[in-house]
Nanobody, 121 residues
Framework: QVKLVESGGGAVQPGGSLRLSCAAS????????MAWYRQIPGKGRELVAS???????MYAPSVSGRFAISKWNVNNTQFLQMNDLKPEDTAIYSC???????????????WGQGTQVTVSS
């Protein structure tokens, strides 16, 4: 019913920047929140940043001051601007959302397929 598609990953040198996007499509009544997670090889999944419909922002301490999450626009697309990237930011980044598809229904929590970010000199 709802699909998330990420884009914008790639390879960059330390200190560089990337902007990830997450586009939600399908039956959407209301987006309640969107978030970015990352999976580092050999480690657990980490919540990187999130934004709610009430404009509550959250950043992991490791990215605070370097990453910026934007609220979704009229096309239900949301962005994660990543600046001053470090090798330890290398991971698969996945978008996740809390979306209500019909008034009064329980929200769904879809995930995107993930996009690789590699920071290396």
């Amino acid at each position: 019913q709802v699909k998330l598609v990420e884009s914008g990953g790639g390879a960059v040198q330390p200190g560089g920047s990337l902007r990830l996007s997450c586009a939600a499509s399908g039956r959407i009544f209301r987006i309640n929140a969107m978030a970015w997670y990352r999976q580092i090889p050999g480690k657990g999944r980490e919540l990187v940043a999130s934004i709610t419909r009430n404009d509550r922002y959250m950043y992991a301490p490791s990215v605070s001051g370097r990453f910026a999450i934007s609220k979704w626009n009229v096309n239900n697309t949301q962005f994660l601007q990543m600046n001053d990237l470090k090798p330890e930011d290398t991971a698969i980044y996945s978008c996740q959302a809390d979306i209500t598809t019909m008034a009064g229904s329980a929200p769904l929590s879809p995930w995107g397929q993930g996009t690789q970010v590699t920071v290396s000199s």
